[in-house]
């Protein structure tokens, strides 16, 4: 039933073959997946609860090793000091609560081998990124829910990474919040050409953001279908009301379907 | 910021601690009770001014045996923390001993600690025997209490232990390190005590412990009240100025020090 999406002839920012995870409890969660992720592309995945995706991306950032198969991303050329390939975003903002806005932003230059001499430079533009320019000295229980969201966003992207990997980032805020977020992130996609890979469990929230839809099926998650969202960029509100998004929508649904089948009260 | 509920509720129990006096000075007039059975409480204000040379240096030594107990537990128990999170092995190997430290009665370990030590060197071990294990513990909750996504970040970014320890371990832990060192002060002061009771000697270098059995003894009562009066209020201060310390560390971001305010 996965409809095949033809392969692109770009450079894979991310290739996974066969990879699984078994917990030591024996639970299988992932896989066997096979997954390429082109440099540049904004790549969803998506699943009900427990399916794997979260356990995918810790995979491919590297948190976790996988039970069998092999995580590749691609080399760039020399990197500058302070810089790091991978950027993750998770679901709670995940800031150091004694820490300013600043300082928080400043951690992974902090834990960097070597010292980026404009580390102060590209906080500021970081911050500027994520329209946080104002807040730099304020701790992080001064700011909203969605405020706390763009530090943390602004903390994965100070050291430019080439992938960025968020986990249900969105997932906790009102929905106000997460539509401009939505935009905020799709504008800084645009502007910085990151490879994205998002999960989610909304189907609205991929078929807004995403070039690629990768339906995951229920633990253990393998990919269930794949969709191409072919919708003109750049994107914005009118896109969430068009009937092309609403074909989309229920399209993806459609296939989401099986993965909750056998779960009971879905 | 100060309503007349806030004034309400502080006035209370100075109010509760006037008619108590009051009514305990009432007493001992109107059945005219002698000072050895109970004395009236300006008696004993009078004999806190008129001894105020004794009490007041055996005042300092038993706050500089608490002191003492006081530092080498906060060192000790966070120092064995830490080394308790650095390796697991250690950790069973030793955190049983601690809790038997524990759990055994200090007063019960004093007469023995005083037959191997000299009695100023286990006065202080018994203030660290008491005061030590609520900063073991709670460090060590504290340091493991660390949030699971940070340390996947600090994963991510590479960090080395060291790193890890300082800059989100340490940190993490402190409010509990903090809330650890508010028991181990109050308790510090309750070891010193005990250490002081059990050793009973007499000559220079007796704290307020020896000079309420020592006065016990002569019937003194007063001096009795006076010196218990004054390990109160030790205790109070020491308790006060630990919230304060940490008050004013934490305020700025942990969720204990933001009172009503949001």
Same mark, same amino acid.
């Given at each position: 039933?996965?409809?095949?999406?033809?392969?692109?002839?770009?450079?894979?920012?991310?290739?996974?073959?066969? =990879?699984?995870?078994? $917990?030591?409890?024996?639970?299988?969660?992932?896989?066997?997946?096979?997954?390429?992720?082109?440099?540049?592309?904004?790549?969803?995945?998506?699943?009900?609860?427990?399916?794997?995706?979260?356990?995918?991306?810790?995979?491919?950032?590297?948190?976790?090793?996988?039970?069998?198969?092999?995580?590749?991303?691609?080399?760039?050329?020399?990197?500058?000091?302070?810089?790091?390939?991978?950027?993750?975003?998770?679901?709670?903002?995940?800031?150091?609560?004694?820490?300013?806005?600043?300082?928080?932003?400043?951690?992974?230059?902090?834990?960097?081998?070597?010292?980026?001499?404009?580390?102060?430079?590209?906080?500021?533009?970081?911050?500027?990124?994520?329209?946080?320019?104002?807040?730099?000295?304020?701790?992080? &229980?001064?700011?909203?829910?969605?405020?706390?969201?763009?530090?943390?966003?602004?903390?994965?992207?100070?050291?430019?990474?080439?992938?960025?990997?968020?986990?249900?980032?969105?997932?906790?805020?009102?929905?106000?919040?997460?539509?401009?977020?939505?935009?905020?992130?799709?504008?800084?996609?645009?502007?910085?050409?990151?490879?994205?890979?998002?999960?989610?469990? @909304?189907?609205?929230?991929?078929?807004?953001?995403?070039?690629?839809?990768?339906?995951?099926?229920?633990?253990?998650?393998?990919?269930?279908?794949?969709?191409?969202?072919?919708?003109?960029?750049?994107?914005?509100?009118?896109?969430?009301?068009?009937?092309? $998004?609403? #074909?989309?929508?229920?399209?993806?649904?459609? #296939?989401?379907?099986?993965?909750?089948?056998?779960?009971?009260?879905? | 910021?100060?309503?007349?509920?806030?004034?309400?509720?502080?006035?209370?129990?100075?109010?509760?601690?006037?008619?108590?006096?009051?009514?305990?000075? #009432?007493?001992?007039?109107?059945?005219?009770?002698?000072?050895?059975?109970?004395?009236?409480?300006? *008696?004993?204000?009078?004999? *806190?001014?008129?001894?105020?040379?004794?009490?007041?240096? @055996?005042?300092?030594?038993?706050?500089?045996?608490?002191?003492?107990?006081?530092?080498?537990?906060?060192?000790?128990?966070?120092?064995?923390?830490?080394?308790?999170?650095?390796?697991?092995?250690?950790?069973? @190997?030793?955190?049983?001993?601690?809790?038997?430290? !524990?759990?055994?009665?200090?007063?019960?370990?004093?007469?023995?600690?005083?037959?191997?030590?000299?009695?100023?060197?286990? =006065?202080?071990?018994?203030?660290?025997?008491?005061?030590?294990?609520? =900063?073991?513990?709670?460090?060590?909750?504290?340091?493991?209490?660390?949030?699971?996504?940070?340390?996947?970040?600090?994963?991510?970014?590479?960090?080395?232990?060291? !790193?890890?320890?300082?800059?989100?371990?340490?940190?993490?832990?402190?409010?509990?390190?903090?809330?650890?060192?508010?028991?181990?002060?109050?308790?510090?002061?309750?070891?010193?005590?005990?250490?002081?009771?059990?050793?009973?000697?007499?000559?220079?270098?007796?704290?307020?412990?020896?000079?309420?059995?020592?006065?016990?003894?002569?019937?003194?009562?007063?001096?009795?009240?006076?010196?218990?009066?004054?390990?109160?209020?030790?205790?109070?201060?020491? $308790?006060?100025?630990?919230?304060?310390?940490?008050?004013?560390?934490? &305020?700025?971001?942990?969720?204990?020090?933001?009172?009503?305010? @949001?």
């Amino acid at each position: 039933m996965a409809q095949s999406v033809a392969p692109d002839t770009k450079a894979a920012a991310v290739r996974l073959r066969g =990879v699984t995870k078994i $917990y030591d409890t024996g639970v299988a969660a992932l896989g066997p997946l096979d997954l390429d992720v082109n440099s540049g592309e904004f790549v969803s995945l998506l699943g009900p609860s427990g399916c794997g995706k979260s356990t995918a991306l810790r995979l491919i950032a590297g948190l976790s090793a996988p039970s069998a198969g092999t995580v590749e991303l691609s080399h760039r050329g020399a990197q500058r000091p302070g810089s790091h390939r991978i950027g993750f975003v998770f679901q709670e903002p995940t800031l150091m609560p004694w820490a300013t806005v600043r300082d928080n932003v400043r951690l992974p230059f902090r834990l960097a081998h070597a010292p980026a001499a404009d580390a102060d430079t590209r906080i500021d533009d970081a911050l500027d990124q994520v329209g946080l320019a104002e807040f730099a000295g304020a701790y992080p &229980r001064e700011l909203s829910g969605g405020m706390k969201m763009r530090v943390s966003l602004a903390r994965a992207l100070v050291t430019d990474p080439d992938i960025l990997l968020m986990d249900e980032p969105f997932a906790a805020l009102d929905e106000i919040t997460r539509f401009r977020l939505n935009n905020d992130l799709l504008s800084l996609w645009r502007s910085l050409h990151k490879t994205v890979i998002f999960v989610t469990h @909304s189907v609205f929230e991929s078929v807004y953001l995403s070039q690629r839809v990768i339906v995951m099926t229920a633990r253990p998650g393998r990919i269930g279908a794949e969709f191409r969202i072919s919708a003109p960029e750049p994107r914005g509100e009118e896109f969430r009301t068009s009937a092309e $998004y609403a #074909a989309f929508c229920r399209e993806v649904s459609n #296939a989401l379907a099986p993965s909750y089948a056998g779960q009971r009260g879905a | 910021m100060t309503s007349p509920r806030d004034i309400i509720r502080l006035l209370l129990p100075v109010a509760v601690l006037a008619a108590g006096l009051l009514v305990w000075e #009432a007493l001992v007039r109107a059945y005219d009770i002698q000072p050895y059975v109970l004395p009236s409480p300006l *008696l004993v204000l009078q004999t *806190l001014i008129s001894d105020w040379g004794v009490l007041s240096q @055996s005042l300092g030594v038993t706050l500089l045996t608490t002191l003492e107990g006081f530092v080498a537990a906060a060192i000790g128990g966070i120092a064995l923390a830490l080394l308790f999170n650095q390796s697991k092995w250690l950790e069973y @190997s030793l955190f049983p001993y601690a809790i038997i430290l !524990q759990v055994t009665p200090v007063i019960a370990i004093a007469p023995l600690l005083l037959i191997y030590l000299q009695q100023q060197t286990a =006065v202080i071990v018994c203030a660290w025997i008491v005061a030590f294990f609520p =900063v073991l513990s709670n460090t060590t909750l504290g340091l493991n209490s660390v949030d699971r996504n940070l340390a996947g970040l600090f994963q991510l970014y590479g960090a080395s232990r060291l !790193q890890t320890l300082l800059f989100l371990k340490l940190p993490g832990a402190l409010p509990y390190i903090l809330g650890g060192l508010r028991i181990a002060g109050g308790l510090s002061l309750i070891g010193a005590v005990v250490a002081e009771i059990a050793a009973g000697s007499a000559g220079a270098g007796s704290g307020l412990a020896f000079r309420i059995a020592e006065s016990g003894y002569r019937l003194n009562i007063p001096r009795m009240f006076a010196a218990l009066l004054l390990l109160s209020l030790a205790g109070i201060v020491i $308790y006060g100025l630990l919230a304060l310390i940490s008050h004013l560390l934490l &305020r700025r971001w942990h969720e204990s020090a933001l009172g009503k305010e @949001s």
